[in-house]
């Protein structure tokens, strides 16, 4: 089992460029979150998605959508970047009876230039 | 008041000594418990958890709850250098599905 996948592994933008990081998971879990991280600043939760069909906003939601395509693929698009959101990005998923227990990814590192 | 507060260290050791980590919280509603080892350039991976007060044990690791103070320690007994990564306390927040993570301290151990 891969577990967590996601791509890109880097990326660079230019202000104003869009893209969409890519996420999936092959452990068949109903719970999927997107964080980022930064220095200084710890792990912090942008969206999730408690199941398939279902999203919802987290700590820091502003400037990005979400997409959960089906069980296994949870994606995060930035429409018009912005240097504030130079960061590592990580997918993480839980099973939804333990939502304590997620597995994360190795993550995205992303520069906004 | 942050709903998580976590010592960023960093925190230097060296090999054989016991680590102690330490976070506090806020919310006295919270029950579940994490600590996630996360080691340079790659993703956090739970250590440890646990939903009462007391110590739960897992090899050379030790997590310790105390509710009535709302600190939450990870001991690690006879620290090793690959040991050295950044911990990172989580809490399980108002929701089943949301976790708050403290900041993570960077450990290090050296040989």
């Known amino acids: 089992n891969a577990g967590v996948t996601q791509t890109p592994k880097f990326q660079v933008l230019k202000t104003g460029q869009s893209m969409t990081l890519q996420c999936a998971q092959d452990?068949?879990?109903?719970?999927m979150y997107w964080y980022r991280q930064d220095p200084g600043m710890g792990l912090r939760l942008i969206y999730y998605?408690?199941?398939?069909?279902?999203?919802d906003k987290g700590e820091v939601p502003n400037g990005y959508n979400v997409s959960r395509l089906n069980k296994r693929e949870f994606s995060l698009r930035l429409e018009s970047a912005a240097p504030s959101q130079t960061s590592v990005y990580f997918c993480?998923?839980?099973?939804?009876?333990?939502?304590?227990?997620?597995?994360f990814g190795p993550g995205t590192r992303l520069t906004v230039t | 008041q942050k709903e998580v507060e976590q010592d960023p260290g960093p925190l230097s050791v060296p090999e054989g000594a016991i680590v102690s980590l330490n976070c506090t919280y806020s919310?006295?509603?919270?029950?579940?418990f994490m600590w996630y080892r996360q080691y340079s350039r790659k993703g956090p991976e739970l250590l440890m958890y646990t939903y009462s007060s007391g110590n739960k044990e897992d090899g050379r690791f030790t997590a310790q709850v105390d509710k009535s103070s709302k600190y939450i320690s990870l001991f690690i007994r006879d620290s090793q250098p690959s040991d050295s990564a950044t911990y990172l306390c989580a809490i399980r927040g108002g929701s089943n599905y949301k976790l708050t993570f403290g900041k993570g301290t960077l450990l290090t151990v050296n040989p």
């Open positions: 998605s408690a199941s398939e069909g279902t999203t």
């Open positions: 919310n006295s509603a919270f029950q579940y």
């Open positions: 452990m068949n879990h109903n719970s």
């Open positions: 993480a998923s839980s099973d939804g009876g333990r939502a304590w227990e997620q597995y």
